[in-house]
């Protein structure tokens, strides 16, 4: 009996030093990379003035750090996922039936989406319709008629002759990345719905009509890497490019935003709502991994400080919209109790 509890004892031990050698010194973060540049200041910071180590993160887009935060508990998941859109019923719900059951959500500010191209061509003015009819791969039939048609514009003056004799070709996101779910909210169905007829089909078909892009080479998929799309957008003057707000601002030395509905990405407008095609920004935080891995609590105090988030802060140098500021103090008091998430 004696020998059988000193086993059992010498393997609980072992399986605590196990556990504790198991452990992540370091906060694990994935999630889109339009937060990814935001994130990576404050990590850094993080780093250098407290005792924790700096958190380590990976530009995986939105919906694939959902799957990978989704996955369970425990130190071989990740501790935070960002987001440039809000996390969907469905993936709550995957969260949950793998025991993540408490989540911090944690809205940031807000980021505008740009649709640029290089500044050694014409800067592009038009209407977010033509954005749809140019990016759709059905549309409404040219001839008038009632009925979609698979996308038979080639160049953006067969849109509008006031647009310029150059093919289409745009370079975005793939379908894992907020961005393009935003965009494709936003931009697309914004331009969508200014066809009556379409705006009133019934739901599957509405969604099928405004959000599926075309497939015949005028949009290229061109990976969750933004700084990718700029270079290319260098060396193809006629080239268009879908990324978030903080990049163009990052690189207007290179690249120009378009003119959407008479409104540039630029920050007041984005900030005043008068730019149509912006979004808000997330975090999401396993409550769970609170005491097991160290410094969650610490990097959330850091992210939501005034001199973090706030109208000064340096996020906003960074091209961050912050938001108002009434909000962001209702929000940092929730984040501080850990607050779970509810959606239904």
């Given at each position: ?5 000193l086993l ?6 072992l ?11 370091s906060?694990s ?6 937060v990814?540049?935001?994130a990576?200041?404050v ?8 005792d ?10 939105s ?6 935060f989704?996955?369970?508990?425990g130190v071989?998941?990740?501790?935070v ?7 969907k ?5 995957q969260?949950n039936?793998?025991?993540v ?13 740009a649709?640029?191209?290089s ?7 038009m209407?977010m319709a ?5 990016l759709?791969k059905?549309v409404p039939?040219p001839?008038g008629?009632e009925?979609l ?7 953006w003056s067969d849109?509008n002759p ?6 289409i070709?745009?370079?975005?996101p793939p379908?894992t990345?907020?961005?393009r ?11 969508c ?9 019934e739901?599957?078909?509405?969604k099928?009509a ?7 080479g005028a949009?290229v998929e061109?990976?969750?890497?933004d700084?990718?799309?700029v270079?290319k957008?260098e060396?193809?003057?006629d080239a ?10 990052q690189?207007d ?8 509905d008479?409104h540039?990405?630029e920050f007041?407008?984005?900030a005043?709502?008068?730019y149509?095609i912006?979004r808000?920004?997330y975090?999401y ?7 097991t ?10 992210f939501?400080n005034?001199?973090t988030?706030?109208d000064?802060?340096?996020l906003?140098d960074?091209?961050m919209?912050p938001?108002p ?7 940092a008091?929730?984040v501080?109790?850990l607050?779970s998430?509810e959606l239904?």
């Amino acid at each position: 009996m004696k020998n059988t509890l000193l086993l059992a004892g010498s393997a609980a031990l072992l399986s605590s030093f196990a556990t504790t050698a198991m452990a992540r010194d370091s906060i694990s973060i994935v999630g889109s990379s339009t937060v990814y540049p935001f994130a990576t200041v404050v990590a850094e910071r993080f780093g250098r003035t407290t005792d924790f180590a700096t958190p380590k993160i990976e530009a995986t887009g939105s919906g694939g750090g959902f799957k990978l935060f989704c996955t369970g508990i425990g130190v071989n998941t990740p501790d935070v996922t960002n987001a440039s859109r809000r996390m969907k019923l469905s993936e709550f719900e995957q969260c949950n039936n793998n025991g993540v059951t408490s989540i911090v959500e944690v809205l940031i500010g807000f980021d505008g989406i740009a649709f640029a191209n290089s500044v050694n061509a014409d800067q592009m003015d038009m209407t977010m319709a033509e954005l749809y009819l140019a990016l759709a791969k059905s549309v409404p039939n040219p001839d008038g008629s009632e009925e979609l048609v698979e996308n038979p514009y080639q160049q953006w003056s067969d849109i509008n002759p006031d647009l310029p004799s150059i093919d289409i070709e745009v370079l975005g996101p793939p379908p894992t990345s907020g961005t393009r779910d935003a965009f494709v909210e936003l931009a697309m169905e914004g331009g969508c719905d200014t066809f009556e007829f379409v705006a009133n089909l019934e739901k599957e078909a509405h969604k099928t009509a405004c959000h599926t892009l075309r497939e015949d080479g005028a949009y290229v998929e061109a990976g969750e890497n933004d700084n990718l799309i700029v270079q290319k957008l260098e060396a193809n003057p006629d080239a268009f490019g879908i990324f978030g707000y903080s990049f163009l601002e990052q690189n207007d030395d290179k690249v120009q935003s378009s003119i959407i509905d008479g409104h540039e990405a630029e920050f007041e407008q984005i900030a005043s709502g008068e730019y149509g095609i912006s979004r808000p920004l997330y975090f999401y935080v396993k409550a769970q991994h609170v005491g097991t891995v160290p410094g969650i609590e610490e990097y959330l105090a850091e992210f939501t400080n005034e001199q973090t988030w706030g109208d000064d802060g340096y996020l906003a140098d960074k091209g961050m919209i912050p938001l108002p500021e009434d909000e962001r103090a209702a929000l940092a008091a929730q984040v501080a109790s850990l607050q779970s998430l509810e959606l239904n």
